[in-house]
């Protein structure tokens, strides 16, 4: 394929195509534009200059910014919409380009979907911007404000059949989730596309949707104004509201109110001039917020022997403008990735090709990447086999473990109560990724029913992976060596404080790992001087107080290992249960794998084991490896999975059911997919709640999974117990979950890749040889090299 080519958004209908350098939306997504002016300047403001972008944590506060005077001439309008000479809206949302609402009698609002559309491909803007028409018109006279707006994935068994051509293409239909103007009355609708004509509308009652950017951004505007946050702010000694941020959060559980408002929490922070480090200077307040009346509810302000707590005032900053004296350039010389004769990988529309690997590639709002028909190329028996039906990441719960008041209110679903795909940075080259980048858009909507792109939302490229194999003759020093490598199809969020790489790495040799890498800023909290951190928390500097908290993500697989009907199995390794000196084990050092059938959903709530390195393989017993006499296997190798520690019957432990296991295995059931379930912000999460069952209720079926199409959620993470090295911001922290082929192919499924002395590096040189090129000593230059033995 042509790198050089802009990728194609994943909607395959004509999509505006704006210049993403134009739309100065930086590294992250969420950062205001360079051309906004400060917002706000406080005491010891410096001058703003036109360069740094606030830290992405503040940028929430979009509709606090003041007008803006610049007009976006530049940006580049796609034909159809210069015919209606409107401009797509690059501020409202940073990082969106929010397409101006096609002309209802153009051509194009009323073409039907076209039909090389891939049924899994994500919406496009034309078919976003239909679907709210349709729905609007089959409201009216009610007005309504859209949740989401995406793809209803076709079930199951209609898309295999069309995948197998044995059947129709699926009709394409819609999913929004929908409230009545200015309440919390929520309404599923299903819209098909294809007819044209609303299909379903189901009203949902004691849920909440998904808090979106734009409902976030409530917070800090009526926050700023209420009465009694200007109190709490000037009890303080803080006067200029202008100076104090809100970030805004799911709120969890707030007894005092019901289903009957969707809440927000808003976590405030002082800054000293507009680009200042906010995480230095939390307040010892918190805001909870009707989303929907954009009332202040409450102001919930936090006394320590009847003190309030002095915000701390030290800065402490990571920006260039701060701390840019102390950068060494020099220190690192360049490293380039170059890959001259392009990339490995092809894209046919979004399914991607590469080194026998083939899959396609859609993206939601809520989901972020969802690969889906991931297979493989069996070398050994010359034909393309089924790994896994459809891979992503359904939810994540981040609770901290501060049992005092407010803090018990922490505890984020970022999947669920925020939206992987709402929250994606739109990436830039040799910012985010390094190399040759192939990246796609994601089409996503507003609460008005608008079509909104995020550019270069997904980032797909390889990376070299060190040794595939490796093996030297010592007697004669015959060696050979390959060189592994990634392909790797990547998003990041920006979650408030947060920032979360997705990393959907696969190698070589069939495996397929997802890498978390954890970075942004630690959410903290003011200290009265009669506190200390410990135990349940870290003093980062100075009066900041980082709580422990834990993340804990939630894969889910779909498996399709060699074929729909899988089981799983455990496997621990264990000492042979025979005595020391009996006839079976006379010298005491048989030892085995011990593998257990998960039968029942209930057995296949499952917790990890240290002690015995416990896997799991998702087998498929029809097909036996015709040497190893087993089923061909993926193994769940997933030994960072601590489990929550909020206690049994505590809120978090509640609504975080999913977490208290490292592995869940039920039956594949079309639109199951959320172990939180759909509706997670302000979830009780009490068993059996209609229109929010969880992955619980779906285990408490206790079905079999046995020989039958099932589902794996995987969860992992990591237990953060913050460092002060993690302050001002941290290193980003790596951690992941892989899946393994397991006696599933004949034999390394990999020697096909042509070993370094065949396939020559020339870029590899001596680091400090004078000649400076390919010296004498390469795999290159000799078959035979020194044994190093
Ligand atoms: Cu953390």
């Known amino acids: 394929m042509e790198m050089s080519r802009p990728a194609p958004a994943l909607a395959t209908d004509p999509d505006p195509d704006p210049d993403p350098a134009n739309t100065a939306s930086g590294c992250a997504r969420r950062r205001p534009h360079v051309d906004s002016a400060p917002a706000a300047t406080g005491s010891g403001a410096r001058p703003e200059k036109a360069t740094p972008a606030k830290p992405s944590g503040s940028s929430r506060s979009i509709s606090q910014q003041p007008t803006q005077t610049h007009t976006h001439t530049h940006i580049m309008a796609a034909p159809a919409i210069q015919q209606q000479q ?19 009698n153009a051509p194009q609002a009323a073409a039907p979907p076209r039909a090389a559309v891939h049924p899994l491909d994500q919406l496009s803007a034309v078919e976003i911007t239909t679907t709210a028409r349709l729905i609007r018109e089959h409201a009216s006279p009610k007005q309504v404000k859209f949740n989401c707006i995406t793809l209803r994935e076709p ?122 480090n906010q995480y230095a200077h939390p307040l010892d307040f918190t805001v909870v917020a009707d989303t929907e009346t954009e009332e202040v509810l409450a102001v919930d302000v936090r006394r320590v022997n009847g003190e309030r707590t002095a915000v701390p005032r030290a800065p402490h900053n990571y920006l260039p403008e701060f701390v840019g004296d102390m950068y060494q350039p020099r220190r690192l010389k360049p490293i380039d ?33 969802v690969l889906s028909d991931v297979r493989f190329d069996d070398p050994w028996q010359q034909r393309e086999r089924t790994l896994f039906n459809r891979i992503s990441v359904v939810e994540m719960v981040v609770p901290y473990g501060n049992p005092e008041p407010p803090h018990h209110r922490k505890h ?20 985010d990724c390094k190399g040759a980048i192939h990246y796609l ?71 397929y790992k997802l890498e978390m890498k954890l970075t942004g800023m630690l959410n903290t909290y003011c200290m009265h001087p009669s506190e200390t951190a410990a135990p349940f928390g870290t003093e980062v500097a100075p009066g900041i107080n980082a709580h422990n908290h834990q993340h804990i993500f939630s894969l889910r697989i779909d498996p399709e290992v060699d074929g729909p009907n899988n089981s799983v199995i455990q496997s621990d390794a264990v000492p042979y249960e025979a005595e020391v000196g009996s006839a079976e084990n006379p010298y005491g050092n048989g030892f085995y794998c011990k593998k257990t059938p998960l039968r029942t959903a209930k057995e296949g ?28 296997a993926y193994k769940i190798i997933n030994n960072n999975c601590p489990a929550v520690l909020a206690k049994p019957g505590s809120t978090v432990w509640k609504r975080a059911a999913f977490a208290r296991k490292a592995l869940w295995v039920v039956p594949y059931r079309d639109y199951e997919i959320f172990p939180a379930g759909d509706y997670v912000c302000q979830s009780t999460g009490d068993e059996g709640w209609e229109n929010n069952l969880t992955v619980l209720d779906w285990a408490n079926r ?11 959620y995987l969860q992992f993470g990591l237990t953060h117990f913050p460092r002060t090295e993690d302050f001002p911001i941290m290193p980003a922290e790596p951690v992941s979950v892989m899946l393994r082929a397991s006696n599933f192919f004949e034999k390394n499924p990999a020697l096909w890749v042509p070993p370094s002395q065949v396939k020559c590096d020339s870029s590899s040189r001596n680091a400090f040889s004078e000649a400076g090129g390919a010296a004498a000593g390469s795999c290159c230059s000799s078959k035979k090299l020194p044994s190093h033995l």
């Open 337 to 369: 990735i170059t890959q001259p004769e392009g990339v490995s990988f092809e894209m046919k529309g979004n399914e991607i090709h590469w080194a026998g690997y083939k899959m396609h590639i859609g993206f939601n709002y809520r989901e972020g990447i």
């Open 702 to 712: 206790d079905e079999s999974i046995e020989n039958t199409d099932i589902v794996c």
């Open 441 to 511: 858009d994601a089409v996503l909507s507003t609460n008005k029913g608008q079509a909104a792109i995020i550019k270069n939302a997904v980032c797909i490229h390889e990376e070299d992976n060190g040794l595939l194999y490796k093996h030297t003759d010592f007697r004669d020093a015959n060696v050979i060596s390959a060189r592994d490598r990634k392909l790797i199809i990547s998003q990041i969020i920006t979650a408030a404080n947060y920032e979360y790489g997705f990393y959907h790495t696969f190698t070589l040799d069939g495996t």
């Open 155 to 276: 079930k199951k068994n209609e898309y295999a059949a069309f995948r197998a051509r044995v059947g129709p293409r699926p009709e394409r239909r819609a999913f929004a989730i929908v409230l009545e103007q200015g309440t919390a009355n929520v309404a599923e609708v299903v819209v098909n596309l294809t007819q044209g004509r609303v299909e379903d509308w189901r009203a949902v009652s004691n849920v909440a949707p998904t808090l979106t950017l734009e409902d976030l951004d409530v917070m800090e505007r009526i926050a700023r104004k209420d009465p009694k946050v200007v109190e709490a702010c000037a009890e303080i000694g803080i006067t200029d509201m202008s100076t104090v941020y809100f970030d805004a959060w799911a709120i969890g559980i707030d007894r005092r109110w019901g289903f009957e408002r969707r809440l927000q929490q808003g976590l405030p922070y002082w800054r000293a001039s507009p680009n200042d």
């Open 605 to 632: 709530a499952a917790v990890y084991c240290h002690e015995t390195s416990r896997a799991w393989d998702i087998v498929n017993p029809s097909h036996l490896n015709p040497s190893a006499k087993k089923p061909v």
């Open 412 to 431: 984020a679903f970022d999947v669920g109560e925020y939206g992987s795909g709402f929250m994606t940075n739109s990436l830039k080259l040799g910012c």
């Open 86 to 104: 409107q401009l797509p809206d690059t501020t409202s949302i940073p990082g969106y380009i929010i397409l101006p609402d096609p002309d209802e």
